[in-house]
């Protein structure tokens, strides 16, 4: 069985920065696309940041603020985010990509999830 497990949430001031992990165990994550989604109440999960093999992928309210990379050694996913905001303040999910038939922001490709880590930027 899959388990993703997200840490490094926490609490920061906005201009801050932090450094979410999602350690991967029970499958070898090579060749699965993985993604950082954030979610709200009241709202739906967003797409933060993805990669692939190759490349990497970002929502528009983080470029140029948060990077998405990947271990194969480890079998982790980091999504170092600088420069906060009051804005980015969710609930950070990890997930693994299990199905290629529409876009990767789509939160419905993803198969496999953490629990989340809380992250929240003060004003």
């Known amino acids: 069985q899959v388990r993703l497990s997200e840490s490094g949430g926490g609490l920061v001031q906005a201009g801050g920065s932090l450094t979410l992990s999602c350690a991967v165990s029970g499958r070898n994550f090579i060749g699965h696309d993985m993604g950082w989604f954030r979610q709200t109440p009241g709202k739906e999960r967003e797409l933060v940041a993805a990669?692939?093999?190759?490349?990497?992928y970002y929502g528009d309210s983080v470029k140029g603020r948060f990077t998405i990379s990947r271990d194969y050694s480890s079998n982790t996913v980091t999504l170092q985010m600088n420069s906060l905001k009051p804005e980015d303040t969710a609930l950070y999910l990890c997930?693994?990509?299990?199905?290629?038939?529409?876009?990767?922001?789509?939160?419905?490709?993803?198969?496999?999830w953490g629990q989340g880590t809380q992250v929240t930027v003060s004003s």
């Open positions: 997930a693994c990509r299990t199905s290629y038939r529409d876009s990767r922001f789509n939160p419905s490709e993803y198969g496999e």
């Open positions: 990669i692939d093999n190759s490349r990497s």
